[in-house]
C-alpha cells in the first residue's frame, strides 16, 4: 500500500511523520471517512465541503483547495489499485516545537490512506448489531463541538470501551441534558409509532452530534418515500420503546441494531425500505460520476 503524505505517495513500510506533528501530541487536527464504490468516491464533494468546516472550526488552514483534494484522493486509489475501498484523509496541524499555539507549526500535515474495503459480516446486517447506551456522555457542543470531525476522539473511545465491555458493538451517547445524541462512530435512528403511523426518528443536531452525511441522505429518502421523519429531544425511554433501531455511517450505510441495552429488536420494514433505497442512490450517484479510470 502507498500512503499520500504532503503531496507524495509513499510505501507504507516508510509513510512516516514526526513525533512533534501537533495531531499526535495534542490531537490537534481533523478527519474525513469515505468510502469508494467501483472506484467512484461517494458524496466526495460533501466529504471535501466538511473537512473544510471542520478545519475552519479549529482555525487550521489546510492550503489546499478543493480540486486538489480530489485529486490527491483520486490519485491514492488508483496508484494502489482500488474500486472499492476505504478512505481517510488526515490533515493535522502539523509538526512544530511542543505547546499549544498553533503558529507553532508552519505547514498542516495532509494524509490520505486509502485500503481496500472490508465488508461487514452480513449477518451484521441481516440479524443487527448489540447496542448499549454508554454511560460516558457526549462532548457538549461549548466544549469540543461534535461538528468538528476532530483527532481528538477520546470522548467516543471511552464509550467504545464501555461498549466492548458489555460485548456490543457501538456504544450510544447521551448528551449532557440526557438526551440521546448519536454512536461512537455513527448516527442514531429509530422507529416509533404514532397514530399507528410509523415515524422515523432522530436526535436533532442541536443534541450535539456530527451532521452525518449518510444521516441527511436517509433524512432525504424517508421524505422521497412518504416515512414521517421528526428530528428531536429523545430520551432513552423513547428507544426502549421504539420498534426498529438502526445506526448510519459513511461505511455502515445503515445498520439494523437489535439490541439497546436489554431490548430487543427486529430488522423492521423501515430499515429495510431505507437500506434499500440507500443503496438504489449509491448506484444512482456512481451512474452520475466519473471514476479514477477516466481521470486524465
Ligand atoms: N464516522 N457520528 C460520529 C461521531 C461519527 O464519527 C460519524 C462518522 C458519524 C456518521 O457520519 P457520516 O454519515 O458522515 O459517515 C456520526 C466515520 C465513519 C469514522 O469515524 O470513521
Redesign the pocket.
Known sequence: MHVYINGSLIPESEAKISVFDHGFLYGDGVFE?MRAYNGTVFMIEEHIQRLFRSASLIGLDIKRDKDSIQSALYETISNNSLKDAYIRVTVSRGAGPVGLDPELCKEPTFIIIAEEFREYPESYYDNGIKTIIAETKRNIKEAIN?QI?SLNFLN?ILAKIEAKKKNAYEALMLNAEGCLA??????LFFVLSQNEKAVLCTPSVDCG??D????NIVLELAKKHGIPAKEGRFKKEDIYRASEVFI????MEIMPVCKVDSVSYQVGSVTKLLHEAYKENVRAYLSKSYTSSQLP
Not at 182 to 187: D, F, L
Not at 248 to 251: D, I
Open positions: 471517512t461534535p470531525k467516543n448519536e454512536g461512537t462512530i455513527s448516527n452530534i456530527l452525518g452525511i449518510t444521516r448510519t455511517n459513511t461505511t
